[in-house]
């Protein structure tokens, strides 16, 4: 794994802030670069934008995405993803709300690592996180 950021694909503004306060109480000095909708993924995988090459030297490390998103939904944009030569290899961690076991199956058939549901209470979100943390840590010192 390299030492790029990690990056959060999520739209709804809260789910986004709840992640990122998570993420900064585990990980600290994380570069995340959050993405709101599949044009910036589109952007970012066209370096184009403010995503110019420069703006991304290495490839993510990690993506954390939503499944449930506006124009193009999580498991279209994840087989669009295992498509991109950057990022066809980047381990995908899903975060969403669906509990849905169609959306679980899509999401690993798609090409998905994980799957974390989004529960409703924070600190059961916060040790999910943790977990993941771990993950990312552990992957790249090696």
């Known amino acids: 794994m390299n030492d790029g950021p990690i990056l959060l694909i999520e739209d709804n503004p809260d789910d986004r802030e709840l992640t990122l306060r998570a ?3 585990f990980c600290a000095d994380l570069n995340v670069i959050v993405l ?3 044009s910036e993924v589109s952007e970012l995988l066209e370096e184009r934008g403010r995503f110019a090459p420069a703006v991304l030297p290495k490839p993510p490390s990690l993506i954390l995405l ?3 998103m506006p124009q193009v939904d999580g498991i279209s944009l994840l087989r669009r993803l ?3 030569e950057s990022t066809q290899f980047v381990p995908v961690v899903v975060l969403s709300s669906s509990r849905e076991r169609r959306d ?3 999401a690993y058939q798609a090409g998905a690592n994980g799957y974390v549901p989004k529960p409703v209470e924070f600190d059961q979100f916060i040790e999910q996180i943790r977990f993941i943390c771990q993950y990312w840590l552990h992957c790249n010192q090696h």
């Open 104 to 106: 679980f199956r899509a």
């Open 36 to 38: 709101k909708d599949c």
């Open 66 to 68: 939503d499944l449930k």
């Open 82 to 84: 295992r498509l991109n």
């Open 23 to 25: 993420l900064a109480r």
